[in-house]
T-cell receptor
């Protein structure tokens, strides 16, 4: 249980195009999802908090018009990188917060992470 | 904002050795998790441990919230333990949802 998927797992695009990344919680509902980016050999940096049915909350320094987030249902959040440029190339990871504590191995409030999406902008 | 520092930054072990990884944080938290990031980038939950001690097989973790640190113990290390270990904290300053990641420890276990 507590599985989060991301699609696509990798994408290569030309500079100036937009790329959409999907994050799904497969076996639980998530009113809150999170988007992180990770540069090589660095830690994860939180970009934004995605709230179902409302606007996302962006961390300081993250351009909300550049990184569009939509959380249309309790199991799906999308991140769109608009007009991507080479400096946007990175590893993007989403997570979802499982608010229910049930069954062995599940912890209430724990965040579970997707496998990540590697974006390369040429 | 909160600072989360991990030590050591890099660690090389021989298979079968034990190790202790440390996570220091600069503010009170009510959420702390340990993760292992494998070579493909997947983050694997190890422990949810805002306080106290937990054990899972060869791994155990202890968080002393009042002193703002957490320790991850790896015993009888195996080559499959290689990767980056992160601690992440949340629940500080009223921001109950967000997780802030530490600097990470890169572990290499040699056969």
């Amino acid at each position: 249980g507590a599985v989060v998927s991301q699609h696509p797992s990798w994408v290569i695009c030309k500079s100036g195009t937009s790329v959409k990344i999907e994050c799904r919680s497969l076996d639980f509902q998530a009113t809150t999802m999170f988007w992180y980016r990770q540069f090589p050999k660095q830690s994860l940096m939180l970009m934004a908090t995605s709230n179902e049915g409302s606007k996302a909350t962006y961390e300081q320094g993250v351009e909300k018009d550049k990184f569009l987030i939509n959380h249309a249902s309790l199991t799906l959040s999308t991140l769109t990188v608009t007009s991507a440029h080479p400096e946007d190339s990175s590893f993007y990871i989403c997570s979802a917060r499982d608010m229910k504590a049930s069954g062995p191995g599940k912890w209430g409030g724990t965040q579970y992470f997707g496998p990540g999406t590697r974006l390369t902008v040429l | 904002g909160i600072q989360v520092e991990q030590s050591p930054p890099d660690l090389i072990l021989q298979e079968g050795a034990n190790s202790t990884l440390r996570c220091n944080f600069s503010d009170s938290v009510n959420n702390l998790q340990w993760f292992h990031q494998n070579p493909w980038g997947q983050l694997i939950n190890l422990f949810y441990i805002p306080s106290g001690t937990k054990q899972n097989g060869r791994l155990s973790a202890t968080t002393v919230a009042t002193e703002r640190y957490s320790l991850l113990y790896i015993s009888s290390s195996q080559t499959t333990d290689s990767g980056v270990y992160f601690c992440a904290v949340g629940g500080y300053g009223g921001a109950t949802n967000k997780l802030i990641f530490g600097t990470g420890t890169l572990l290499a276990v040699q056969p």
